[in-house]
């Protein structure tokens, strides 16, 4: 069954007030460790959540049991939830019916990929790789997403997406690379084997330097990670609500570098495009910073109608498990700035660090936006305005206020980062971001030399 | 088959309610030496069949020269279940509802800007069955709570949760866990403290004594102990996310973890412990086993496979997280034996120090050996007594020298089992539940206070 009709069916068994949305996986990730597949996973699964509506109270429940007696258990676990909440007076009610407007993101080619073609391309990183053996994976997926409510609402949507993911390392050093995208054909996984390869050549021989504030060029993968971690807090309208974001009290303010413009941008074909929320809400761009200055953040229904503020959903309704978590960016999007390539934003930074990626985020402070972490898999120095001698893994701690306050450069392309690890539910999503130089990179500790 | 149930309310409200169950059938096979795994949501002959085909295809196609060899296991039957007083699925969701207003009400006061409060219910039923002949039945149920709240003002924002931090604590147990912990009479002490937050002192930076609490012991021995000796880590088949190992498969025996009051067991049999079960997900019996001895490394973390490749051990720590992943090396139950006395007896012998309680953040390097941890709440300890409370307080370190300095751990009457729910490791992503027995624990010669 697809997912209009899963939800469908949902809603019918529900009886009453109610909305339901089915989420549909199709996929395979063919892991690899040492030039080997070890972990190759094929899923399928469909779930539905029932949303179950008694005056100003709700209920949730959901299942994978998509056959009759499973969605009448469904119904009769909703109802029993939203028998067991307390009245919301803030309730805004159901989505009405939405009209999104079509967006890219599903890919025949891509849908048609079997295991036997993950595989084959897991099997193509591998041998890119050449004399530096290779960690990581190949996947491919279909993901529906369907809501109908008795509003009359009915809304669908069918994604693919494919990454490539590689840490090449030996004994003696270590590189990263990964290409994410809906269409497999805009994705190359010997490409991206190659390119950690070579980067794990050049970490052989890795140095460490003393803790400090060292200027630095953070390339895509990095700089997406750490902003993905700090909108959490600080991008999205709950983090605002309990005052943790780092927008709190500050939105209207000059709070980073006129160089920098963040958007969430769902509607973008270059990335991961969506058309609407888990509400049914159609997706908006909102731009979250302009030249600089803190404009606005991410909202859904809910928390639209608790600020009593005038607020309005821009369409970023998280899934019913994550509710608590409150509507966040998915779509990420940095505007990219004028130089060439990386080497150029070196030549700007003249004498500082090269960063290639990050490692286990955590946030220290939220409301600072301070956030620590490793670098890991090519960290380099730069000396005179060249990426110079391999670095060891540095342990950072930045408040990325401080980082983006002073920003030196920005490349004039951007790249689309995964940002999903694949855990629960496949939901395609990721940051596009140029790499950036910045005036500040707080270095608070030194590591192990890169490499297995 | 899995069903969970989650209720989180907010400053008085209902934030999440949420119950949903998910079944379905995984297949694993070793073809030609070589892993494949599928799985169907479908619990019938046809699913199964599905599956078991499609994982053949899987397995057939991947690339590699595959020998993976498994330490034997005899065929077992037999069936377990989670001993229980009071069935968390009989428990009304009104109760719950009730339960976590009650504990949020009781926290309100000045200065406290959000209240949370959550409890949650978890039962796993499964069936494993083996070609070798095994057929094992087991049902394990989890029940956790906690509260949390943020205080805030001038610009300084603060939180304390009780017992633990992200997502409170969870047991194998039936709801008596949940109403032993007394949320509500817990409350006005959390909230007191947050608020006082707001006016302490900055933790001082410097190299000094630090005393942990249970609850960051567990978190240090889950960091910085539990990941590094998971063998398929060492083996290097984790570095494309969770990452790798310090620890060299020759280091078991021979390699000096810490000081002479280390003693960590791997113990899958600790009743209450998120990590026990009579079979693990290969089929292996649980047992009770040492990884840390008198500060000599003496185990591993092992699957059948990785086992067989050391040579030693007969794996035991496979688990599944869920029907639709492959079991993959995990931590049981992970202890730190305790010592002996009291946290006063602990705090008397120092002279200048810090006392650190509740995990705030959290990150380490992906060999697991540099670390940064920050607490909710410390406190001077100055002439073997706590003095002023201080705010933001973290500390930092490398794993071997770190334990190396560990000088007294409290006895069994302040020894704890602590469960946590958001363990993170392969691809597609796995979440794994997980104890750990810790006690309070003293250790000279730290690097506290990271500034950014």
Not at chain 1, 9 to 21: D, H, S
Not at chain 1, 295 to 305: G, I, L
Not at chain 2, 7 to 20: M, N, P
Not at chain 2, 325 to 331: D, I, K, N
Request: with cysteine; hydrophobic share 40%; proline share 5%.
């Amino acid at each position: 069954m697809n997912a209009l009709d899963i939800a469908k069916a949902a809603l019918e068994t529900a009886g009453g007030e109610a909305e339901a949305v089915a989420h549909v996986e199709h996929s395979g990730l063919a892991r690899f460790a040492g030039s080997e597949v070890h972990q190759p996973t094929l899923i399928e699964n469909a779930i539905v959540t029932l949303r179950v509506v008694h005056g100003n109270r709700a209920g949730i429940a959901t299942t994978n049991r998509i056959d009759a007696p499973g969605l009448a258990e469904l119904a009769h676990r909703a109802a029993d939830a939203a028998e067991s909440s307390p009245p919301d007076e803030s309730f805004p009610g159901l989505t009405p019916p939405t009209d999104p407007a079509a967006v890219e993101g599903y890919d025949e080619e891509t849908a048609a990929l079997g295991p036997a073609d993950q595989a084959r391309l897991a099997a193509t990183s591998i041998d890119a790789g050449g004399d530096v053996p290779v960690y990581g994976f190949f996947t491919s997926g279909v993901s529906e997403l369907a809501i109908v409510s008795t509003t009359g609402l009915s809304v669908h949507q069918r994604m693919t997406d494919a990454t490539t993911l590689v840490v090449a390392a030996d004994e003696n050093g270590s590189g990263y690379a990964e290409q994410t995208a809906w269409r497999t054909s805009a994705i190359d996984p010997s490409a991206v084997a190659q390119e950690a390869a070579e980067k794990a050549r050049r970490t052989r021989g890795a140095g460490e330097i003393d803790p400090g504030v060292y200027r630095a060029v953070l390339e895509p993968y990095a700089f997406a990670d750490l902003l993905d971690y700090f909108s959490h807090d600080s991008f999205g309208a709950l983090g605002v609500l309990d005052k943790r974001s780092y927008f709190t009290d500050r939105l209207g303010e000059k709070v980073f570098d006129e160089k920098i413009f963040i958007a969430d941008d769902a509607l973008d074909p270059r990335g991961l495009p969506k058309a609407f929320d888990f509400e049914g809400t159609p997706k908006r761009r909102v731009q979250l910073v302009e030249a600089g200055v803190a404009r606005s953040v991410v909202w859904d229904r809910a928390r639209a109608a608790q600020a009593e503020n005038g607020a309005e959903s821009t369409g970023h309704a998280p899934p019913a498990e994550l509710r608590d978590w409150g509507p966040l960016p998915s779509a990420l999007s940095v505007l990219p700035g004028a130089a060439e390539s990386v080497e150029e934003l070196a030549e700007l930074v003249g004498d500082g660090l090269y960063i290639t990626r990050l490692h286990y985020l955590g946030v220290v402070h939220p409301r600072e936006g301070i956030i620590t972490g490793m670098t890991r898999d090519g960290t380099f120095r730069i000396r005179d305005g060249k990426i110079a001698e391999p670095l060891v893994n540095l342990r950072f701690t930045v408040a990325v206020p401080d980082l983006l306050r002073d920003v030196v450069g920005l490349t004039n392309k951007a790249s689309l980062v995964n940002s999903q690890n694949f855990y629960g539910e496949r939901y395609p999503y990721g940051v596009m971001a140029p790499a950036l130089a910045s005036e500040r990179f707080t270095i608070t500790g030194v590591g192990s030399k890169p490499g297995i | 088959m899995k069903r969970s149930q989650f209720v989180a309310t907010k400053s008085g409200r209902v934030e999440r309610l949420s119950d949903s169950e998910s079944e379905g059938i995984g297949v694993r096979v070793l073809l030609n030496g070589a892993w494949g795994f599928a799985c169907d949501r479908r619990l019938s002959a046809e699913g199964a069949r599905d599956a078991a085909l499609r994982a053949c295809t899987f397995a057939s196609a991947a690339p590699g020269k595959h020998s993976r060899q498994l330490a034997p296991v005899a065929p077992a039957s037999g069936a377990h279940r989670t001993h229980v007083e009071r069935d968390p699925f009989e428990v009304p969701l009104a109760e719950k509802v009730a339960q976590c207003l009650e504990a949020d009400e009781a926290m309100a006061g000045p200065d406290i800007l959000v209240r949370q409060a959550m409890v949650r219910a978890q039962r796993e039923h499964k069936l494993l069955l083996t070609s070798e002949g095994t057929e094992v039945e087991q049902e394990l149920i989890e029940c956790g709570a906690g509260i949390e709240c943020a205080a805030a003002r001038d610009g300084v924002f603060q939180m304390r949760s009780y017992p633990s931090a992200h997502v409170g604590s969870s047991c194998q147990s039936g709801w008596e866990y949940v109403d032993g912990l007394d949320l509500t009479g817990e409350a006005p002490r959390v909230a007191e403290q947050a608020a006082a937050l707001l006016r302490a002192d900055e933790c001082p930076s410097g190299v000094m004594t630090v005393v942990l609490d249970g609850d960051q012991v567990a978190l240090q021995v889950h960091e910085s102990v539990g990941h590094p000796t998971e063998l398929d880590r060492v083996y290097g088949t984790e570095a494309s996310y969770a990452g790798t190992s310090f620890l060299k498969p020759g280091d078991l025996g021979s390699l000096r973890y810490g000081s002479e009051l280390m003693n960590i067991t791997a113990d899958a049999t600790t009743k209450g412990g998120l990590g026990s079960f009579a079979f693990d997900d290969e089929g292996v019996p649980a047992e009770s086993t040492p990884v840390v001895e008198a500060g000599l490394l003496t185990g591993f973390l092992t699957s059948r496979e990785t086992a067989a490749r050391i040579g030693a051990g007969n794996g035991g720590s496979m688990r599944a997280d869920g029907w639709n992943r492959m079991p993959l090396v995990r931590m049981t139950n992970l202890h730190l034996e305790p010592g002996e006395g009291t946290l006063d007896d602990l705090l008397a012998d120092v002279d200048h120090g810090v006392y650190m309680e509740t995990n705030r953040s959290w990150s380490i390097d992906d060999k697991r050996l540099n670390f940064q941890f920050g607490t909710q709440i410390a406190w001077e300890i100055k002439d073997g007594k706590l003095g002023r409370m201080l705010r933001d307080a973290t500390y930092t370190g490398i794993t071997p020298q770190f334990w190396g300095s560990l000088d007294a751990i409290s006895g069994r009457g302040s020894w704890r089992l602590y469960g946590l729910t958001n363990c993170g490791k392969g691809q597609p992503g796995q979440s794994a539940h997980v104890s750990h027995g810790a006690a309070p624990a003293r250790f000279r010669n730290v690097q506290v206070g990271v500034r950014s």
